[in-house]
């Protein structure tokens, strides 16, 4: 088998699709030649980065749908839309389950709300739960979904040496989803439905953005590659773990952390 990853009338959801790593997964997944349905919660430029991509791309489907990922109603809805915007036929390959959130505080000052496991964790279920249904109703025996997770759901991130990040909620949320994802693959694989992990390391976006400098520099002497990763260099393994290449993968967790697990 060639080693080419060909999404050639191929039709993809990626949850926060239009920005961060999110946008460089919907990218990579447009120059592989595949449509993407990108699900946002509330920026009001979404409509716009679709757009962009069907100029760029224009033998492609890219549209934007707002759903608030922890809202389970408009979760179904939003899959009605997105099926039916790809047209009846078309069908539904791949899902990329990325929006996520953060939130550096004090355990002893995070509050219920902040503590949003409803986005990182129950937000991904929502989704992934939406696919299976769709592909288990459908027939479909060959569908792919990809949580993107963190190298936080194995370590707890530092502010500087022996410094706790503060990230209480959002390392715990990161482990609970790595597990919710195998929890998937294991009930899924009978279906055909593969859930694999990508677990990103420190990654150059808004959400990396909150750190002070002095806490950059600690990360980014901490990684063995010395840096933060560019959002499309997440892209490779979501998309071999979306694609037929990886057909005898389900339940992995794939780090691409610059290192920083080697420690
Ligand atoms: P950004 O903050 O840049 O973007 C977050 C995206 O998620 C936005 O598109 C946002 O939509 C969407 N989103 C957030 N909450 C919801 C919701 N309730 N419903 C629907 N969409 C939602 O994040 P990153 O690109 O940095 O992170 C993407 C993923 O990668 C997250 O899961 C994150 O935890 C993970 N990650 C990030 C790392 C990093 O260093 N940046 C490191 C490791 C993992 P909208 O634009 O409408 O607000």
């Not at 997944?29 to 595949?34: E, F, K, S, W």
């Not at 608030?68 to 009605?80: H, L, N, P």
């Not at 505080?105 to 769709?134: C, H, M, P, S, W």
Request: hydrophobic share 40%.
């Amino acid at each position: 088998m060639v080693f080419t990853i060909d999404f050639k009338n191929k039709n993809f959801i990626v949850t926060g699709g239009n920005r961060g790593i999110g946008l460089a997964l919907t990218r990579s997944i447009a120059q592989a030649g595949g449509n993407v349905s990108i699900l946002y919660r509330s920026s009001s430029s979404a409509p716009q980065v679709a757009q962009g991509l069907e100029k760029e791309f224009p033998r492609q489907r890219f549209f934007a749908v707002q759903c608030d990922v922890t809202d389970q109603k408009r979760v179904g809805e939003a899959f009605e839309e997105v099926v039916q915007g790809f047209g009846k036929e078309g069908g539904l390959h791949g899902v990329v389950a990325n929006a996520g959130v953060a939130i550096v505080k004090d355990a002893l000052e995070v509050g219920g709300e902040e503590f949003d496991y409803r986005t990182n964790v129950l937000g991904v279920f929502y989704i992934a739960q939406a696919a299976a249904k769709y592909w288990v109703k459908t027939k479909f025996t060959e569908g792919s979904i990809v949580v993107i997770s963190s190298m936080s759901s194995q370590i707890y991130n530092q502010s500087a040496l022996n410094e706790p990040l503060r990230h209480v909620f959002y390392n715990s949320s990161k482990a609970a989803v790595s597990s919710l994802a195998k929890n998937l693959a294991a009930e899924w694989a009978p279906h055909g439905i593969r859930v694999n992990i990508v677990s990103p390391g420190y990654v150059e976006t808004e959400q990396s953005g909150v750190h002070a400098p002095a806490v950059r520099k600690f990360h980014e002497d901490s990684v063995p590659l010395r840096r933060y990763s560019q959002p499309k260099e997440q892209a490779p393994p979501v998309l071999l773990l979306l694609s037929e290449h990886s057909s005898y993968m389900t339940g992995s967790e794939v780090f691409v952390d610059g290192g920083m697990l080697i420690w």
